[in-house]
């Protein structure tokens, strides 16, 4: 399904919630073919070195957030890693804040509604572990 730039109003921040160290982008794209999604559900996903995988089109609706009817209306980014018990790479902090920042001027995103999933209403998930929504809230604040 289609995803007009107008209607992107959040980015949503995602973990892969497996090993950061045994996930690829080629792995879980594999795993959501499996699922039936089509392609993987994130538009970006950020490996463990910090290489940045490009993967819906950006004007394509995501399948990562079901709650409050997110994939209509956001983008959608996962770091590979299970973050209640792992750190995320400062090599993936560094490409994320980098996308974040590109992504939300694109699409005029305020930081406010850069949000990890959980934070969104509805959503009943650990997704993205709690040292990743722990950075999450502290860049928001700058
Ligand atoms: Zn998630």
Known sequence: M???????????VH?????KAETSFEKIKKFHLYQG???IAYHYFIEQSGRLRKGRNESTQGTHTKASGMNAKSLGICLAGEFNTETPESSQLYAL??????????YKVPRK???GHREVY???????GDNLSEWLTEWRKH
């Open 97 to 106: 804040k980098s996308l974040l920042n590109n992504l939300s001027i694109k």
């Open 122 to 128: 509805g959503s009943a998930t650990e997704c993205p």
């Open 113 to 115: 509604n850069i949000i």
């Open 15 to 19: 973990q892969s919630a497996t090993k």
């Open 2 to 12: 289609k995803l007009a730039k107008e209607n992107i109003k959040f980015i949503i």
């Open 37 to 39: 999604m089509g392609n």
